[in-house]
């Protein structure tokens, strides 16, 4: 069966409905690129291969993001990982270059990027005015990938920048994803998006995953135990343990930086709707940031006003958050492919024909 999203076999997760896009792309403005590294097969030779792994490249709009900030928070799940940048950003609630993940060792080399490439675009970051803070996250890829290499060098977060639409974004073994496992099964990149109706404020929330994260027998599927009906296919002789998950989210709704804090803490649910439930060694971070406001850098008036939604009005945008977190994972393994990689340690997809069996026995497919 071809690689497919999960409402392409008639799986609609949750109540509310998807965007034009069902994506982070929904949300007017926000870009995605994508920078894949595959590279020599066999064993493992630290520092040199085999490759596999990337980059994947998150902006906010298409100004630039320095001058023209968002508001944003993260929140800490369980904090077994190596971000850059969230002290600030929660401290000051504004996010001020594009977001970039990547693999664990990694992180420092893509900030280098991002400050340079910042530095590039704002010559007076140092100068005439202060630093620039970058945002970096990640998950551990060493089960696929010759990890020690650090082979995501400058010239990779420059294509992946490069390579950023507005219209179409690729998911499953693609960027920073190209590495991940999910479940045992191949994981990576998904995403997803809810919009809330008209009397709602119309607002769009949109969902990126990085899924890295689980054991065979947690996997649910629409609450259907898939796990446990696949836990011998395709497993491997070394069961995935701990793992992390990235979830970036994004929204046109006029929000608070106090108010994206909650927000990302709802990315908790759709999260544990898969399954998950934050093992020891996991690093399970989530990002939120609203592009309905952008903040100049350079500010020529000692007050300025910002609209918000009132907090009683949150809980749409908590609904969708989560549905588009939870639809945003089983996309991340419905369209990976297989991946061998190191030491000729195997990935395998998630088989859909048998999901589709699966699901359909318990009556979750809507036809």
Same mark, same amino acid.
């Given at each position: ?274 399954? !998950? *439930?934050? =093992? ?5 971070? #989530?990002? @939120?940031?609203?592009? +309905? ?5 350079? $500010? ?11 907090? !009683? *009005?949150? =809980? ?5 958050? #989560?549905? @588009?977190?939870?639809? +945003? ?5 419905? $369209? ?32």
């Amino acid at each position: 069966m071809e690689r497919v999203r999960a409402r392409d076999i008639g799986l609609n997760l949750g109540v509310l409905e998807p965007g034009p896009k069902n994506s982070i792309l929904d949300v007017e403005g926000v870009k995605v690129g994508h920078c894949t590294l595959i590279r020599g097969k066999g064993k493992l030779i630290p520092g040199r291969g085999p490759v596999r792994t990337g980059v994947t490249v998150i902006f906010p709009h298409g100004e630039n993001p320095f001058k023209l900030k968002v508001r944003a928070c993260s929140h800490v799940i369980n904090g077994f990982g190596k971000p850059i940048g969230l002290i600030q950003l929660n401290e000051l609630g504004e996010l001020e270059t594009p977001i970039a993940l990547t693999n664990t060792l990694n992180v420092g080399l893509v900030a280098d990027a991002i400050v340079q490439y910042m530095l590039d675009l704002n010559p007076d970051i140092g100068v005439s005015t202060g630093s620039v803070n970058p945002v970096v996250l990640e998950c551990n890829d060493s089960y696929l990938n010759d990890i020690r290499g650090r082979h995501v060098k400058y010239e990779h977060v420059y294509e992946a920048i490069r390579n950023a639409s507005s219209t179409h974004m690729d998911e499953g073994a693609i960027g920073a994803g190209t590495g991940m496992s999910a479940f045992e099964f191949k994981g990576g990149i998904g995403t997803a998006s809810r919009r809330l109706p008209k009397r709602l404020g119309g607002y769009t929330v949109g969902a990126l995953v990085l899924s890295n994260f689980g054991r065979r027998e947690d996997l649910k599927i629409g609450g259907v135990p898939v796990g446990l009906e696949l836990k011998d296919y395709g497993r491997s002789r070394i069961p995935q343990s701990g793992g992390s998950i990235v979830m970036v989210l994004a929204t046109d709704a006029p929000l608070s930086a106090r108010q994206l804090g909650r927000l990302a803490k709802r990315a908790t649910h759709g999260l544990a709707r898969t399954g !998950s *439930y934050s =093992s020891n060694g996991s690093g399970d971070f #989530a990002i @939120a940031f609203s592009t +309905a406001v952008k903040i100049p850098h350079y $500010k020529d008036k000692l007050e300025f006003e910002e609209r918000k939604v009132h907090d !009683s *009005y949150l =809980s749409p945008l908590f609904k969708a958050a #989560a549905e @588009a977190v939870e639809e +945003a994972i089983i996309n991340s393994l419905f $369209k990976a492919v297989t991946v061998e990689g190191r030491d000729n340690h195997i990935r395998y997809a998630i088989l859909l024909n048998k999901v589709v069996e699966i699901l359909e026995k318990y009556g979750r497919l809507k036809r």
